[in-house]
């Protein structure tokens, strides 16, 4: 049998799986899912600082959008780059994490892996969400360079 489906037999265990790894997340911490969002704008910060203020350097105009800030193209570019990062670091660490579980019970290991990446998948939903709030704010200048513009 193929791993996918396997992995498609078990969907309901996949769900539950993944509704663990969501719920456990942030569960003892002070801002909760708040920390999703203010995590990469934090990072956007740190960096648009000390580029921008003690090197005091500054990005291109964007080609056609005409945009100058830096940090609508660092956060653009670090959400899909944090995104891979934490499927890649969940899922090496899936089956090791859950070893009690995989002595105990048999089921299809892949489970472990695509529940961790359906879980950075919410993660990075709202992270994408944030961003699109950013890029629609009063605060950027809309030019004929954005795709919606052509509507």
Not at 7 to 17: G, I
Not at 33 to 60: C, D, E, H, Q, R
Not at 103 to 108: G, L, Q, S
């Amino acid at each position: 049998m193929s791993p996918v489906v396997s992995v498609l037999e078990s969907r309901e265990l996949l769900w539950n799986l993944t509704l663990r790894e969501l719920r456990t997340k942030y569960r003892r911490s002070f801002l909760g899912w708040t920390w999703s969002m203010l995590n990469p704008l934090a990072t956007v910060a740190i960096y648009s600082f000390v580029f921008g203020v003690l090197f005091k350097s500054s990005a291109p105009p964007g080609d056609p959008s005409g945009l100058t800030g830096f940090a609508y193209f660092l956060l653009a570019a670090l959400l899909p780059w944090n995104f891979f990062a934490l499927v890649t670091n969940l899922g090496m660490g899936a089956i090791a994490n859950n070893s009690g579980l995989v002595r105990r019970v048999a089921f299809p290991r892949e489970v472990l892996v695509f529940s961790n990446a359906l879980h950075a998948c919410v993660q990075f939903s709202i992270e994408m969400g944030l961003l699109c709030v950013v890029l629609l704010s009063p605060v950027v200048p809309f030019s004929s360079g954005f795709p919606w513009s052509s509507l």
